[in-house]
């Protein structure tokens, strides 16, 4: 909260706005901040109460917008300084105490003035209860103590000529009060018109006490739909172990400095991120990433703030701090999720606009009918299906039904490694009905490794005839390996890397290397422990009239049928082996597209691979839309070739070199640390980089959208049936009126639903 951040003349700032209570106290605001001149967007957030602007930094100041919202009847914090998460836990908790207390004040109150007022309840009530000065001196504080927050904002609203929900309940309890204060004090008014004197004191407190019950139950279920904000705050460490001159000194978080050394021992959360300079460990980062299993890390590794160590102690150095680890950019993202709307919200958005000066109309409308045509007293009931219409309507419901859905929704995602972008993002990705995968890191590791040795089968012969001598008890197979890996370790190439990364595996020894040369696209070759070592593609074994073998050239056939690329070895002129390396799939990559399959979901691979090999890889996901060798910059027309298909595409790439095609999609979902291009273009990243969570966030998607259509339909449907109820259509038929008790009871019983059905949210398994 508070912060602004810019790009160049636009300026995108947060802050907490007060005195919020329902949709068209969100329309209201957002209308007075657009009309701003410099100003490009504006979106209000009735379940964070907060709003979001967009706007020229040289044309408007955090003075014009705070001035904007003040003018409509609301508080705008924009020079709030950023809370702790503490601070905002205990000013919330205040905030619900003292709301707390009126509800019991008023029930307690409106209770006793019941007991003494009601039929039949009153016959069993004591003398005092039933004297209506003494109701009156019960209800005077609930009605200017309790209620004032609704005379308040009413005051505001219509001082800047615009009305909200604490309008009609103002004016509801206000008539429900002035009522029974004349019929009290002047009785002589009503003895007139032949009506008997009868104040309903009980009416309004009862009124008040409940619609303030509602709303403290609902500020306390809100509260649980941001629980993964807290969550994710409470991962973070609190100190640092940090060696300075070879002595270890704990501090303070904050005082970690970018370069730092720190130390990390086993149970321990890791400060900060950063890279692994000596030891090793497995650490767990589910939090994270949503993985249960726990990540192997070495020396130049990396490793992410706030994850936990299992058992190993290593030294390393800080590389992010503060807002730039991944877990705060991690819970930026999550806030900005939570503070978007989504295109279905302009339903509610719309409707609400018009929804308090409808039932504004629609009472005054119900009080001259009933005045007209109603059975005597005419003048209480018209004044009390008045009230009812006016308590009764409920756009609290309307504004609630859509952000409290996309909090639990967006929650539940960043809890599993599921970063949402915006509120758009979660609505498009229920709409997907084809998926375009990348094969490059994302269907693959992105890395190349060494999956098939093979030695040539006569080469206790060869060694013979090459006179090798074997020492320290090394068999022929180890000393082949470890001449080759001595000598690819000069090299930079990925494919050098997987033939090192094997050599380590099986305990090579480190030999001398010579006269090192790396041939551009050939291989490399050079002196080693004496021998003459060649490695690379068959036309550099030509080149250099390396003796061919029938059996590993027929194996090489057999690999490269098998998406392998593979490296001859040679020594002292004979092809003695070979090796098969590929960038093998992830272990999610089938199970993943399965779930997509079996969702009804078109899979496509896209890769630039030749079609043998892409053609390989997509047998063994089960994709058999295939397109091969397509470049990088050809990318992005792939995915409009599909889109002109008719179908709504999602693109699945690695958020880096797939940044065209990500953007040019419905929806661009990015396999990524969280932290990188990846954030900035995609509109899903998974921290996790598991193929499964492709299905997870679309099913994550399609569910949260189903809450979001139950909600709204609770909240129109309940509108809809017991406005006229309340006006009193049911009554020419059955003799029934909703006494306005009820109707505040059900105008409060209508929030809670809606933000108690987006909790079921997280109940949801991904």
Known sequence: MGKIVSNDTV????????????????????????????????NVNLATEQ?????????????????AVSNVGYKALVDEEIKGEEELAKEKQEELNSLRNKVLFSLFFGGLIFWGSFPIVMNYAPLFLQNSFMQFIFATPVQLWAGWEFYRSTFNSLKHRSANMDTLVAIGTSVAYLYSVIATFFPKIFYSLNISPMPFFDTSTLIIGLILLGRYFEARAKSSTSDAIKKLIDLQAKTARVVKAGKEVDMALEQVRIGDMLRVKPGEKIP?????????????ESMITGES???????????????????????YKATKIGQDTMLSQIIKLVQDAQGSKAPIQRIADLLSSYFVPIVLILAVLTFGIWYDFGQAPTLLFALLNMVAVLIIACPCAMGLATPTAIMVGTGKGAEHGILIKDATSLETAQKINTIIFDKTGTV??????????????????VQKELHWQLSDNMDVKRYIISLITSLEKGSEHSLSDAIVAYGKEKNHKEFLVENFHAIAGGGVRGMVDGKNVIIGTKKLMEQEHVMRCAGLDKTAG?????????????????????????DILKDSAVAGVRKLQRMGIETILLTGDNQQAANVIGKKMGIKRIFAEVLPDQKEEVVKQIQREGKKVAMVGDGINDAPALAAADLGIAMGSGSDVAIETADITLVNKSLDAVASAITLSKKTMRTIRVNLVWAFGYNIILIPVAMGVLYPFFHLLLNPIFASAAMAMSSISVVSNSLLLKKYNI
């Open 293 to 315: 299993i726990p990540a192997e890390k070495k020396a130049g590794d990396t490793v992410i703030g706030s994850t936990i160590n299992k058992n190993g102690t290593f030294l």
């Open 51 to 67: 709003a979001t602007v967009t706007y020229n930094k040289n044309k408007v100041t955090k003075n014009d917008i705070a001035s």
């Open 444 to 461: 693959t590791a992105g890395k190349p490794k060494v999956t098939d040795f093979f030695l040539m089968e006569n080469l206790g012969e």
């Open 11 to 42: 300026a995108k700032k947060t802050f907490p706005v007060k005195g919020m209570h329902c949709a068209s106290c969100v329309q209201v605001i957002e209308r007075a901040v657009r009309k701003i001149d410099g100003v490009t967007n504006c």
């Open 558 to 582: 057999e690999l490269q049928k098998n998406a392998r690329t593979v490296a001859f070895v040679g020594i002292d002129g004979k092809n003695v082996a070979l090796f098969g390396i590929a």
């Open 272 to 284: 900060v991120d950063g890279k692994i300079i000596q030891g090793q460990s497995s650490i767990d």
